[in-house]
């Protein structure tokens, strides 16, 4: 099977040379492996290199690119051109966009050896290029050969959906796999979608030069995050000139004399959207087809496959891991779930998918981090959680770097001050978040952060003023007045 990335330049070629090498030969199976994995995305990769090392037999069986989505058309190439937009917002200079897409390939490139087919198999991976399908409950063919396992992994990930509007798909518009292959910057841009990507990809083509229209049907950007949060960053994209449509209804699309149009409606009137280029970044599509997942009585649904705390399928050999079964759709969650079947499939382990503590960022600027218990779900506990909020303009770092947009929050057992969630809208909000994710993995309470030296002058004191915010909720007047008497007696 031929693959080839456009534009069909020498970054391109070599990645596929890399990634899905034409010249590619299947090795020949013996035995029965002891692990199979269908999918070479995060969460397969991590699952074959981990179980490889362990000294287990494994095959790893991929149809495309070698990579996955974070690789090829997520978190790398999205982050390079992110930076480069950032560069461009910073300086004031109007930058080159085909140089910075050129750029771009070039770096995916330098990242794609590790992710590499010859890589996998240097780890002692059966790495087979091809269709892969169960033909059995505990078989698996590709290219002709028949894999026996005693454990397998469905890795194979998800892709972009198109909304269901009537003359959408007949407009070409971009998904995340066919937005970085651009060479020339559109004119204007209308994003569908204002979540984490549709408002990564708004900023990056406004600070390139572009005209950028993002609609939402919500009724604000980046809905699941905290409201005060979608604030700062609906302010951020207003500031920089995005045309944010919100509570928006898009009722058609189409295209001609080499426009792309959309039609929608909004407070209460039609509207009639004209641009070179429509992304869609709404919605997204588990690839389940070709697996033939009856054959192996695998349980499966719109979303995804069925899988129990433990990632295990209806079938109690085959497990599954990353976007084909979970709603957490991000890299590092593909990671951490693919470590639950390391243990689970090949040890016996009891691992449960509900214990893990899931940070994510949306990379905008200011980035927008969150882990744990969320503020609606705070507002449900009533008096049992406690808040507390510290704006970035109250931290020194932020100020002296002139980077105080945004806030952190943090909500805490009222009792026992244990962190239970935690948002943050800053600068380096992805670089920070990490202190609270193992603050809630270990069960640390507020108490703890507020004994932790954190070096001055850094972002990250927020963290601490907020524990000082929490220690002064314990001097209550009972407190104050005790401490009051033992200062008259030694005065």
Avoid at 229 to 257: F, M, P, Y
Avoid at 309 to 335: M, P, V
Avoid at 425 to 451: C, Y
Wanted: charged share 25%; with cysteine.
């Amino acid at each position: 099977m031929n693959i080839t990335v456009l534009p069909d330049d020498r970054h391109n070629q070599a990645l596929v040379r890399k990634l899905h090498p034409a010249d590619w030969k299947n090795p020949e199976p013996t035995g029965r492996y002891n692990l199979v994995v269908i999918g070479a995305g995060p969460a397969g990769l991590v699952a074959a290199a981990g179980a490889a090392g362990l000294g287990a037999k494994v095959a790893l069986v991929e149809r495309h690119l070698m990579g996955g989505d974070c690789l090829n058309y997520g978190c790398v190439p999205s982050k390079a051109l992110l930076k480069a937009a950032h560069r461009a917002h910073q300086t004031g200079t109007a930058p080159d966009f085909a140089e910075i897409m050129e750029g771009l390939r070039q770096k995916r490139n330098d990242l794609a050896g590790h992710d590499s087919a010859a890589r996998f198999a240097e780890l002692g991976v059966d790495v087979f290029l091809g269709q892969g399908r169960f033909s059995g409950p505990d078989t698996v063919e590709v290219d002709g050969r028949r894999l026996r396992f005693h454990r397998a992994v469905i890795a194979t990930g998800a892709r972009a959906a198109l909304p269901p509007v009537a003359g959408l798909k007949e407009a070409a518009p971009l998904t995340n796999e066919t937005l970085f292959s651009l060479e020339k910057l559109p004119a204007h841009l209308v994003i569908i979608g204002a979540g984490p990507i549709g408002c990564e990809m708004a900023q990056a083509f406004r600070r390139l030069g572009a005209q950028v229209t993002l609609v939402e049907m919500a009724d604000r950007p980046l809905p699941n995050e905290d409201p005060d949060a979608s604030a700062v960053i609906t302010e951020q994209l207003r500031r920089e000139g995005v045309d944010l449509i919100l509570e928006a209804r898009i009722e058609k699309a189409g295209q001609g004399n080499g426009d792309k149009k959309i039609i929608l409606r909004a407070d209460g009137a039609e509207r009639t959207l004209t641009a070179d280029e429509i992304l869609v970044a709404a919605g997204r599509s588990p690839n389940l087809e070709g697996l033939d997942l009856e054959t192996a009585g695998v349980a499966y649904h719109a979303k995804g496959i069925e899988v129990n705390d433990r990632l295990q399928t209806s079938n109690a050999k085959i497990y599954a891991a990353g976007d084909i079964c979970s709603a957490w759709q991000f890299t590092h969650s593909a990671d951490a779930m693919a470590k639950i079947v390391l243990r689970n499939a090949l040890f016996f382990g009891r691992s449960k998918a509900s214990a893990l503590v899931m940070p994510w960022v949306t990379y905008t600027s200011p980035e927008v981090a969150h882990v744990g218990m969320t503020a609606s779900e705070a507002a449900a506990q009533g008096d049992k959680v406690a808040t507390f909020t510290a704006r970035m303009a109250e931290v020194d770092r932020a100020v002296l770097e002139e980077e105080t947009a945004g806030f952190a929050r943090v909500h805490a057992d009222r009792r026992s001050g244990r962190i239970l969630g935690a948002t943050l809208v800053s600068a380096h909000a992805g670089e920070s978040i990490g202190q609270m994710s193992m603050a809630i993995a270990a069960g640390l309470k507020m108490a703890d952060i507020e004994a932790t030296i954190h070096p001055y002058p850094t972002q990250a004191e927020i963290w601490k003023r907020l524990a000082g915010l929490h220690l002064k909720t314990r001097l209550t007047p009972l407190t104050a007045r005790i401490f009051k008497y033992f200062f008259r007696l030694f005065s």
